[in-house]
């Protein structure tokens, strides 16, 4: 039987920590279940890593590179900068929409290291992972259209990570699929004019 990379374990065992936490909730899901759902012995799950804060921290990890991932691949220009910026955040919201369990447990997983001594600093990651995120979808949109953003790049990527966060959670609570529309509108309008090139001439 051919060897598994280590690499390729470590994601493996990841992405079924995401199932069975999304299934069962951080606090209930053990090492030994993790194991199981991704069909290793517990030896195995130890080699790969050393601790539950490290797959804590991978788990956080993928589930950032999930959502990059889907909205990476849709910026490309569109007929205007506004729908270009707009076809971005409804591929996020698409995922969101397509894997709610994933988006809600984000925020187990934040609540859980908070609260547990030791795990403070993985919260402070997630959140920090989530501005690189946005930072890099800027940079990534400044190559394939003009823009001249008003605030600095880290602030205005601080400023989306804020808003798409709060309104991740205002949808899983409410599941108000109208309401979501017209503020991902809102959204893509007050970014738009944060980083739209003026127009020559204006006033």
Not at 123 to 135: H, V
Not at 137 to 160: D, Q, W
Not at 166 to 193: I, K, N, Q, R
Request: glycine share 4%; with cysteine.
């Amino acid at each position: 039987m051919a060897r598994v990379p280590s690499a390729e374990r470590r994601r493996q065992l990841t992405e079924a920590a995401i199932r069975a936490m999304t299934r069962d909730g951080v606090p209930r899901t053990t090492t030994r279940s993790i194991a199981a759902e991704a069909g290793v012995s517990l030896s195995v799950f130890h080699y790969c890593f050393e601790s539950k804060q490290a797959l804590v921290e991978s788990v956080i990890v993928a589930i950032t590179d999930h959502s990059t991932a889907v909205v990476t691949a849709a910026i490309r220009p569109r007929e205007t900068l506004r729908a270009t910026i707009r076809a971005g955040f409804q591929a996020y919201w698409d995922h969101v929409a397509a894997h709610p369990g994933e988006h809600m447990l984000t925020y187990e997983l934040t609540q859980y290291a908070l609260r547990q001594p030791g795990f403070e600093h993985l919260a402070r990651r997630q959140y920090a992972l989530y501005c690189r995120a946005f930072e890099t979808l800027i940079e990534r949109l400044s190559e394939t259209v003009r823009l001249e953003p008003k605030v600095p790049i880290g602030v205005l990527a601080r400023y989306l990570a804020a808003m798409t966060d709060g309104l991740t959670l205002h949808y899983l609570v409410l599941g108000d699929d109208g309401a979501a529309a017209e503020l991902l509108d809102t959204l893509t309008d007050h970014v738009t004019s944060l980083v739209e090139p003026e127009t020559p001439g204006a006033a």
